[in-house]
């Protein structure tokens, strides 16, 4: 059986934390694959600052070029938008039966999770890696199949490097080098 990690976000843009995480989870959790999906619509996010989703993606992918076993994927694209975590889990289960998927999320999602749809029904099917955020609160009391794993704290999130591009900043030391040059493009003209 395959064991196989959705980290899903809007990914606007990834950046090397989001690339440090992934990595930390396979060798910690000892899965297979990590799936970075990425989300066309996230429904508790607004859209206002998202990049179209097909640029997105292509710049994920070249992120991850040459990263073992991280892997980018447009699972949600052909899905009801918005995104509901529970129901791209179904889909995945009903077209990969042999598979078994661990839900990543950050502290900060974990903190509201009780506000996602059907958080009760992944909570009872999933396996859920947490991982921590700053400024997320304690993540000492999990249930059992909730796990906390600690990862490399990167001072950056896509926000911020949207911000960067905004103003002319240099991001080379928050994304892959691969992908500099894609982003301050992408971002730059929106």
């Not at 990595?23 to 600052?49: F, H, I």
């Amino acid at each position: 059986m395959d064991r196989i990690g959705i980290f899903g976000g809007s990914f606007n843009p990834i950046h090397n934390g989001h690339i440090a995480i992934g990595r930390t989870m396979l060798s910690v959790l000892g899965l297979d694959e990590v799936w970075y999906m990425v989300s066309p619509q996230n429904p508790l996010k607004r859209n206002a600052d998202l990049l179209d989703e097909e640029k997105r993606l292509a710049i994920v992918r070249k992120a991850l070029d040459g990263e073992r076993g991280l892997v980018a994927t447009d699972y949600e694209f052909s899905l009801p938008r918005p995104s509901y975590t529970w129901d791209t889990l179904c889909h995945l289960h009903d077209d990969n039966p042999d598979t078994e998927f661990t839900l990543i999320i950050g502290g900060d999602n974990w903190m509201r999770f009780d506000r996602w749809a059907h958080h009760d029904d992944i909570l009872a099917t999933h396996h859920i890696a947490v991982f921590p955020r700053e400024g997320a609160e304690s993540l000492r009391e999990c249930p059992a199949n909730v796990t906390v794993v600690e990862v490399p704290m990167v001072n950056v999130t896509s926000t911020m490097i949207r911000e960067m591009v905004r103003l002319g900043g240099d991001i080379a030391p928050y994304v892959p080098q691969n992908i500099v040059e894609d982003v301050v493009l992408s971002y730059k003209i929106r």
